[in-house]
Structure formats: C-alpha cells, structure tokens
C-alpha cells in the first residue's frame, strides 16, 4: 500500500529540485545567454520535459516564490562582485528569473493539482518509493469486501501486473470506478509498486486512485475471458492483439525486425528502400497485382491495344495509363537491391511483397515481408555464410530477449520449441547437393510410398513441404542448405553452374525444422549474354529489363544474395503453423479485411 506521507514527501522532494534548479541556474558564472539556454534546454525528473515546462506544473506553485526568492537573492550577491560585464549578466539574468516568477505565479490558482506520476511499462515494473502510473487494458476484475484485484496488461510483457485497490485507501471515485471495471476497458491506476503477497507475481501495484480512461462493454465485448481459435480471431483482427497468443507474436516479430536491422548494420549492409511498385516480375512467374488509374468499371472506355496498322488487338493499351507501361506490385526487391549492391558493395532490403497466387495453406500470403541481401564479389558460399550467421544471431537474440513469450508459446504451441531454437543456434548448418537430396528421398520414399503425398522424386522435382522437412527434421535433425537445384525449376537470374553444361544453377535453399523452406538464395547471372540468353528462354521481353542488363554492362562483378521469408521465420521462431498469424491483418485469397 502506498500511504499518504509517500506522496507528499515525494511532492516535496520534487519542489526542491526545481528550487534547486532556480538557484544553480542563477548563480551560473556563463552568463544570461547560458542560464537562459539552461531554461530553453534543461531536461527535468519528469522525462523529457523542460525546466520551464516543469515550473510551469501547478504542483510546484507553492514552492516557485521560494525557488524566485532564491535566485533573486543570489544574483543580488553575484551582481556586486564589482565585474562590470558580471553586473549587466546579472541584470539580464535577474530578468530571465523574474520571467521565470511570473510564468510560475501565474499557475497558483490551481495550488492543489498534483505533478503526473511517471508511466512505467508492465514489463519494466519495480518495487518503487514513489508512486507511478500503469495505464493498460483491465483483463479481470475480482472484488471482495475490502478491496478489489485488478489484472491490468499494457501490451509490453505477457503477465501484465495485478492492482490492489483496499477500498480504505482510495478516494471516493475510485470506488465509483471500481463499480464499473468491465474487461477490456482502459485505465489508469496509480500507487506504489510493492512486493507482492501473491505467488503468481514478483511485484503489484498498491494502488490510491484509478480512472476509466475508455469504458468496454461486457455484454458486446468479443474477446471474453476464455480460450478463442486462431480461426475466429482472425475475423476481428483489430482486436486479436489483445490476446495473449498475438500479443507475443507480435512482440516477438519486433524483436526480430530490429534485430535483422542490427545484424546487417554491424556487418557494414546499407539499408535500401527498393519500390513497391514495378514493372519487372523478378521471379519470372507472371503471379503478379496489377497497378491501374484505369476504369475498370467501365470497360468500354480501357483503350484497346492496337498493331502497326491501326487494328485493334486483344487487351488494353496500358501506355495510355498512370505509369504509361503495364505496373504491378513487386514480387521481390532483389532487383533493386543489385543495382546498389554494384554501387555500395553489401546492401540489404526489408519490406513488403505481394504475390498473386491463389493459395490457402498455412504457408502462403498474398503481402508478405521479405529480408533480401545483396553482397558484391560474392558466390553462393558467401550467401549461405552470411545467412547462416544472420539466422543464428537473430534468433539468438529472440531467446535472450523474449523468454517469457517463447515460454509461452513451449507450452501452448511447442512443447519443444525453446530446445529446437538453441539447437539452431549452436549447432552448425548441414550442406548437401541437390542430386545427394534426391537420392535420401527416393531411399527413404522407397521404404513405405504410401506415407508420402508425393512419392514421386527425381532429378528436376520442385521439392515438397514434407520433402524438406524430412530432410531438415529426420535425416538431418538440422537447419540445412541444399543448393545446386536444376536449372528448370529456378527464377532467370541464377548462375548456370559450368561444370554440368548448365543443368543446374548456383542456387541453395535452407530448410529448417518444423517449417521447410525459410531462405532462397543464389550466385546471380552476372555474364551479360548468357543472361539475355536465359530471358529469351522464357520469354521475358529484353527490353523491360535493360537497366538490370545495364550492371552487366558496365562492370560486371560476381555477385550472390537471398530471401528470407520473414512471416515464415516469425512463425518458426514462434512455433505457430499458420503464417495468418504471423503478420497483423493478413492478405490472402478472398480476403483484404480491416
């Protein structure tokens, strides 16, 4: 509990730091110029508000004429120090305090308000001398005849923390409040972090005063207190943050994200913003969002593309559109992120992609982020090294920062999960060839083929889910890269491989366990005509790509890079099967909700 001589010896000690503030400021030898920098500039116990900002709060108006009294006092005594230029500081200084007096004079009308306590975040809270204040979401609410219990969670940490409210040391409308606590209402309470008499927490707020800040019905609430499916809150996705599975989710992503940004920043990457919207399909599969100011309501009115001639042809004539060509959403940023790799050595891309692809399983999205290096005077070892190293710091930094959350997940999602992440960390990541893959499969398939969905393996086979995560959870128990995939299954711009004619492309994937396929990556073309050659091939048209043959052109380096699916690795990490809730308003077919 916190009791009233806390808050007022608190009160106090406040008073007298600004006091003292106004007397060393006064007495400052730098002059008026540099006192009134340290009033314009100087940062109070407040956080982040200003010396002035702070005299200005009506809880220090019974203390401003003393701290006035005092700097007037002291510059009275520095201005007989017989300086001449010490006098006219003096004067100037005298100026900026009586300045200072009105300012504070001025909010004495309201002598009984108090300062704000400082907000401390649930997941930072400790045992406190001074009140503070929780501001969160109530998630339960228990009564009894002498004081209520109050779980309050803020979104920072899974556990939140528990507000004791004895109905003896709270003000009248705090019982009012009390009275209409529902679940999911915001508040804000205030009091003392103590130690808690509970098991189930290491500390609680004693609280003195609790306000509604948004009320919640119960009767209407979605998300009351019990076990919800995945399924359904996806449906109200603007308010599945508020569970616990979500919530950790989503602190877990950020832990990721920053972390990614960390790693490529401290091995020298320079972060590049590639566009959303493009006229390329990198990927070479056509599975793309077209981008169009065009009508499309009205048909009759899309110009028609037309031949030499004049003569109308079948489609529309996007050069009379915004971009004037054909636009999508892109697929990757890899091309981008070559043309600065060319220029500035090591580059990285993290953004949004878009994918047209018609599909509902609980691997795919329509908008995903992806995490593409791109590393000049590289070849694919290079490639798997640094992704390697960037799964392993990443993910090591998820199960140092986020415990409480992967616990979490280890016992509602995972019961493995922690041990398979620190599995990945430590142990090295296993590398085995294409054609070596294949041949473990067909082995292994020719054992029992009824087990397997698709039985059929050979040179050529676009490796299945339940192929990849054989080989990454049963023959290898281990993340691992295969790499050296044929060329017939691989986007245009991988490396054909010299040593069989071209076969294969200097490509790897990394499969890891639980997931399947998590990178994609390769050494890229970088020969200028067995590139186009390759375009051709696939009837890509040349001349939509020139700026990308122009790096061909105009010194050509050896260079690799990969995609990291990032939506895949937030479920990896976190041990969740669907990549819908990986990410916070998912797009997939039939669906662009909220």
Same mark, same amino acid.
């Given at each position: 509990?916190?009791?009233?001589?806390?808050?007022?010896?608190?009160?106090?000690?406040? $008073? *007298?730091?600004?006091?003292?503030?106004?007397?060393?400021?006064?007495?400052? @030898? =730098?002059? /008026? #110029? +540099?006192? %009134?920098? !340290?009033?314009?500039?100087?940062?109070?116990?407040?956080?982040?508000?200003?010396?002035?900002?702070?005299?200005?709060?009506?809880?220090?108006?019974?203390?401003?004429?003393?701290?006035?009294?005092?700097? $007037? *006092?002291?510059?009275?005594?520095?201005?007989?120090?017989?300086?001449?230029? @010490? =006098?006219? /500081? #003096? +004067?100037? %200084?005298? !100026?900026?305090?009586?300045?200072?007096?009105?300012?504070?004079?001025?909010?004495?009308?309201?002598?009984?308000?108090?300062?704000?306590?400082?907000?401390?975040?649930?997941?930072?809270?400790?045992?406190?001398?001074?009140?503070?204040?929780?501001?969160?979401?109530?998630?339960?609410?228990?009564?009894?005849?002498?004081? +209520?219990?109050?779980?309050?969670?803020?979104?920072?940490?899974?556990?939140?923390?528990?507000?004791?409210?004895?109905?003896?040391?709270?003000?009248?409308?705090?019982?009012?409040?009390?009275?209409?606590?529902?679940?999911?209402?915001?508040?804000?309470?205030?009091?003392?972090?103590?130690?808690?008499?509970?098991?189930?927490?290491?500390?609680?707020?004693?609280?003195?005063?609790?306000?509604?800040?948004?009320?919640?019905?119960?009767?209407?609430?979605?998300?009351?207190?019990?076990?919800?499916?995945?399924?359904?809150?996806?449906?109200?996705?603007?308010?599945?943050?508020?569970?616990?599975?979500?919530?950790?989710?989503?602190?877990?992503?950020?832990?990721?994200?920053?972390?990614?940004?960390?790693?490529?920043?401290?091995?020298?990457?320079?972060?590049?913003?590639?566009?959303?919207?493009?006229?390329?399909?990198?990927?070479?599969?056509?599975?793309?969002?077209?981008?169009?100011?065009?009508?499309?309501?009205?048909?009759?009115?899309?110009?028609?593309?037309?031949?030499?001639?004049?003569?109308?042809?079948?489609?529309?004539?996007?050069?009379?559109?915004?971009?004037?060509?054909?636009?999508?959403?892109?697929?990757?940023?890899?091309?981008?992120?070559?043309?600065?790799?060319?220029?500035?050595?090591?580059?990285?891309?993290?953004?949004?992609?878009?994918?047209?692809?018609?599909?509902?399983?609980?691997?795919?999205?329509?908008?995903?982020?992806?995490?593409?290096?791109?590393?000049?005077?590289?070849?694919?070892?290079?490639?798997?090294?640094?992704?390697?190293?960037?799964?392993?710091?990443?993910?090591?930094?998820?199960?140092?920062?986020?415990?409480?959350?992967?616990?979490?997940?280890?016992?509602?999602?995972?019961?493995?999960?922690?041990?398979?992440?620190?599995?990945?960390?430590?142990?090295?990541?296993?590398?085995?060839?294409?054609?070596?893959?294949?041949?473990?499969?067909?082995?292994?398939?020719?054992?029992?083929?009824?087990?397997?969905?698709?039985?059929?393996?050979?040179?050529?086979?676009?490796?299945?889910?339940?192929?990849?995560?054989?080989?990454?959870?049963?023959?290898?128990?281990?993340?691992?890269?295969?790499?050296?995939?044929?060329?017939?299954?691989?986007?245009?711009?991988?490396?054909?491989?010299?040593?069989?004619?071209?076969?294969?492309?200097?490509?790897?994937?990394?499969?890891?366990?639980?997931?399947?396929?998590?990178?994609?990556?390769?050494?890229?073309?970088?020969?200028?005509?067995?590139?186009?050659?390759?375009?051709?091939?696939?009837?890509?048209?040349?001349?939509?790509?020139?700026?990308?043959?122009?790096?061909?052109?105009?010194?050509?380096?050896?260079?690799?890079?990969?995609?990291?699916?990032?939506?895949?690795?937030?479920?990896?990490?976190?041990?969740?099967?669907?990549?819908?809730?990986?990410?916070?308003?998912?797009?997939?077919?039939?669906?662009?909700?909220?």
């Amino acid at each position: 509990m916190a009791p009233t001589t806390t808050t007022n010896n608190w009160t106090k000690k406040m $008073a *007298s730091r600004a006091c003292l503030a106004a007397a060393v400021a006064a007495n400052s @030898s =730098r002059g /008026a #110029s +540099a006192f %009134s920098g !340290s009033i314009r500039s100087g940062v109070s116990s407040t956080g982040g508000r200003t010396f002035s900002t702070l005299n200005s709060r009506s809880a220090f108006a019974a203390s401003s004429r003393t701290a006035s009294v005092v700097g $007037a *006092s002291s510059l009275a005594s520095f201005g007989n120090s017989g300086n001449s230029g @010490s =006098r006219i /500081a #003096s +004067a100037a %200084s005298r !100026s900026s305090i009586d300045s200072i007096q009105l300012h504070m004079s001025s909010t004495e009308v309201s002598e009984d308000s108090t300062v704000s306590p400082r907000r401390v975040k649930t997941v930072n809270a400790q045992e406190s001398d001074e009140p503070v204040s929780i501001k969160g979401w109530v998630r339960t609410v228990r009564k009894q005849k002498t004081l +209520a219990f109050v779980e309050v969670n803020d979104g920072s940490s899974m556990s939140g923390i528990q507000c004791v409210l004895p109905f003896d040391a709270v003000d009248e409308e705090t019982l009012k409040e009390i009275d209409n606590l529902t679940t999911g209402c915001s508040i804000n309470a205030i009091g003392q972090i103590v130690k808690s008499q509970g098991g189930k927490q290491s500390v609680e707020l004693s609280a003195t005063s609790l306000r509604i800040v948004g009320t919640c019905p119960g009767e209407t609430y979605p998300l009351a207190k019990k076990r919800h499916s995945l399924e359904y809150l996806r449906t109200i996705a603007h308010l599945r943050p508020r569970t616990n599975t979500i919530a950790a989710v989503s602190r877990v992503r950020s832990i990721l994200a920053g972390q990614v940004h960390a790693f490529f920043q401290k091995e020298g990457f320079n972060y590049v913003q590639t566009p959303l919207i493009t006229a390329s399909d990198c990927e070479g599969a056509g599975e793309m969002f077209r981008v169009t100011t065009l009508d499309t309501d009205d048909v009759a009115s899309l110009p028609r593309a037309k031949d030499e001639d004049g003569k109308e042809l079948p489609g529309v004539d996007y050069g009379e559109d915004f971009f004037g060509k054909a636009a999508f959403l892109t697929v990757s940023g890899q091309l981008g992120g070559e043309t600065y790799a060319s220029a500035l050595g090591d580059v990285y891309t993290f953004g949004p992609t878009f994918r047209a692809e018609n599909s509902q399983t609980t691997r795919h999205l329509a908008e995903f982020w992806m995490v593409e290096p791109e590393m000049a005077f590289a070849d694919l070892t290079s490639a798997m090294d640094n992704a390697e190293a960037m799964l392993k710091s990443v993910v090591g930094v998820a199960l140092k920062e986020c415990d409480e959350d992967l616990t979490f997940f280890g016992k509602f999602f995972d019961k493995g999960l922690k041990a398979r992440l620190e599995k990945l960390v430590s142990k090295p990541f296993v590398r085995v060839a294409y054609r070596d893959a294949v041949k473990y499969l067909q082995e292994e398939i020719a054992k029992d083929p009824s087990k397997w969905q698709f039985p059929e393996v050979e040179f050529g086979t676009d490796l299945a889910t339940e192929h990849e995560r054989w080989l990454a959870e049963t023959k290898f128990e281990s993340a691992v890269f295969v790499y050296n995939y044929p060329k017939s299954i691989k986007a245009f711009y991988m490396r054909d491989n010299d040593e069989d004619g071209g076969e294969t492309v200097n490509a790897m994937d990394l499969l890891v366990p639980g997931v399947g396929e998590l990178v994609g990556g390769s050494q890229r073309e970088e020969r200028l005509d067995v590139l186009v050659d390759k375009m051709k091939d696939l009837d890509l048209d040349v001349e939509d790509y020139w700026w990308y043959l122009d790096l061909r052109r105009f010194g050509s380096v050896p260079h690799a890079g990969y995609g990291l699916g990032f939506e895949r690795l937030v479920t990896y990490v976190c041990g969740i099967e669907n990549i819908r809730d990986a990410i916070a308003f998912p797009r997939y077919p039939g669906n662009a909700e909220f």
